[in-house]
C-alpha cells in the first residue's frame, strides 16, 4: 500500500499544525506550549488516554485496535524540542522567537505522529495497542531517557519501538534505515592542565602550560589511530583549547581542552575514557605539570535490532515503493538510543530532499515529506498488529 489516501488529504491540516510549531519554537524541557498543543490535538482525535509530565514534560498517548483488548503493543516517538539557534530561513512561519529555532525538523517529526494518531484514531484497522510517544529534550538534555526513567516501557507494557528522522540530501519521502548500529554514542570530556605560569623570557622558571596541553592534544589523536581496531568506528576531536594568558610575553598557568569521543562500536566508550585519562595524566606529569580530566558520557550508540529493522523496512517499503535498508552510518548521536536499550526497535531516516544539513540556520523541514512520515508510522502500527 502506497501513502495512505486519508493522510494524503490531511496533508494541508498537518502542514498547518508543522508551520504553527516551526513558528512557536521551544527548547530542551521547556516544551510547554508545544505539549500543551500536542495534547488538545490528541484529545480532538478522541484517543484513548492520555498522561502528561512523563520525562518532565513529555506526552504520552494510548490508542487501542479494533478488539479494544491490549493485544501488542507498539511505542511510537517523536522529538518535540528546538535549537538555541537564530532562523535564517526567512521564511513567511519563520520562528517569532528569537534565538530558537527548529533547525533539527522536530517540529515535522512531532505533526506526522499526529497526523498518524488522528489517522489511527479515526480507522483503528489494528488489532492492539498503539503508544504515541512526545518527547523533550532530545537537542542535550537526554529527554528520551527522562521518559525511560519515569516508566515509559513499563507502565504502557511497550515491546518495541520505532522513531523517525528527517535526512537532508535524501529525497523527500524516501526511507533508508540499517540493522545494527545507525547512530554514534557522544561522551564529552574537559582536561584542565595546569603547570607554572611566568614570563617569556624565563621558561626555565616556569612550567609552560600551553607546551604541555599542545602535547596531550596531539597524543589524543593515537587513542584512535594506534588503540582502536581499524576497521572500527571513533572519532576523537578537541574542539576548544583555551588558556589563562592573553598575551604574547606570558606563559599560560592553566589551559582547558574540552573534546569529544563518538563512536558505533559500545566497548570504545570505555577504552576511550581510559586512554584519554591515562594520555593526559601521564603527560602533564611527565613536563611536571597536573591533568585533570572530567569524562561526562553522553548519548549511548543508537542500536537498531534486526527483526524490528525489517518490519521498519517492509513498512517504509510499502509507503514509498523502495527502501535503503542498508545505509551507512552517520557519526551524530541521538537519544532515542536509550529507548532501544530498554526495548527492541528501529529508527529509520525519511528523505528532506535538497535542503541545509539539521543545525543550520537555513534549514527547514520538507512539508512534502509528511504524507509519506505520516503513513509509514500508520503502515507499521497496520502491519505488526493486523485485524484478524
Ligand atoms: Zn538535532
Ligand atoms: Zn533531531
Known amino acids: 500500500m502506497p501513502i495512505k489516501n486519508r493522510l494524503a488529504d490531511m496533508h494541508d491540516e498537518i502542514t498547518g499544525w508543522r508551520r504553527h510549531l516551526h513558528a512557536h519554537p521551544e527548547l530542551l524541557y521547556d516544551v510547554h ?20 509530565g512523563i520525562g518532565k514534560t513529555g506526552v504520552v498517548a494510548v490508542i487501542k485496535g479494533k478488539s479494544g483488548s491490549k493485544g501488542r ?32 525538523g522536530h517540529d515535522g517529526h512531532t505533526s506526522m505522529l499526529l497526523g498518524a494518531a488522528k489517522y489511527l484514531a ?24 527522562a521518559m525511560c526513567q ?14 523517525m528522522h528527517n535526512m537532508p540530501g535524501m529525497a523527500v519521502g524516501e ?3 540499517r540493522p545494527g548500529a545507525l547512530l554514534a554514542s557522544s561522551d564529552e570530556f574537559e582536561i584542565v592542565v595546569t603547570g607554572k605560569g611566568g614570563h617569556a623570557a624565563a621558561p626555565h622558571d616556569a612550567v609552560d602550560t600551553t607546551l604541555v596541553a599542545s602535547q596531550i592534544v596531539v597524543s589524543l589523536q593515537s587513542v584512535v589511530a594506534r588503540t582502536v581496531d581499524p576497521v572500527k568506528r571513533v572519532v576523537l576531536t578537541v574542539g576548544t583549547f583555551e588558556t589563562d594568558s592573553v598575551a604574547s610575553n606570558v606563559i599560560a598557568h592553566t589551559a582547558r581542552l574540552l573534546g569529544t569521543v563518538r563512536t558505533l562500536d559500545p566497548e570504545y566508550r570505555a577504552i576511550a575514557e581510559e586512554r584519554v585519562r591515562r594520555i593526559a595524566e601521564d603527560t602533564a ?6 591533568a585533570e ?16 529493522t525489517r518490519h521498519a523496512a517492509e513498512a517504509a517499503e510499502a509507503v514509498a515503493g523502495k527502501v535503503n535498508s542498508n545505509t551507512d552510518p552517520i557519526m551524530p548521536s541521538e537519544d532515542f538510543a536509550y529507548m532501544l536499550e530498554e526495548r527492541p526497535g528501529a529508527y529509520i531516516f525519511i528523505g528532506n530532499g535538497d535542503t541545509a544539513m539539521c543545525h543550520h540556520p537555513a534549514y527547514n523541514f520538507d512539508d512534502g515529506a509528511i504524507p509519506a512520515g505520516c503513513s509509514w508510522f500508520a503502515e507499521l502500527v497496520e502491519r505488526r498488529m493486523p485485524v484478524a
Open 73 to 104: 503493543v507498539i511505542g511510537l516517538r517523536a522529538d518535540m524540542d528546538a535549537l538555541p539557534i537564530e532562523e535564517a530561513t526567512g521564511l513567511d512561519y519563520a520562528s517569532s522567537v528569537p534565538g530558537k529555532m527548529h533547525a533539527c
Open 122 to 145: 479515526e480507522t483503528r484497522n489494528f488489532d492492539g495497542t498503539a503508544v504515541l510517544i512526545f518527547q523533550p529534550a532530545e537537542e542535550g538534555g537526554a529527554g528520551g531517557l
Open 175 to 177: 526511507f533508508a534505515i
Open 33 to 52: 506550549e508545544t505539549a500543551a498543543f500536542v495534547v488538545e490535538r490528541l484529545k480532538s482525535f478522541g484517543v484513548d488516554d492520555i498522561t502528561t
Open 293 to 308: 580530566v572530567t569524562w561526562t558520557p553522553g548519548y549511548p550508540v543508537t542500536v537498531n535490532s534486526e527483526t524490528e
Open 150 to 163: 519515569d516508566g515509559l516501557m513499563e507502565r504502557w507494557g511497550i515491546q518495541e519501538v520505532y522513531g
Open 285 to 290: 606529569s611527565a613536563f611536571g605539570a597536573r
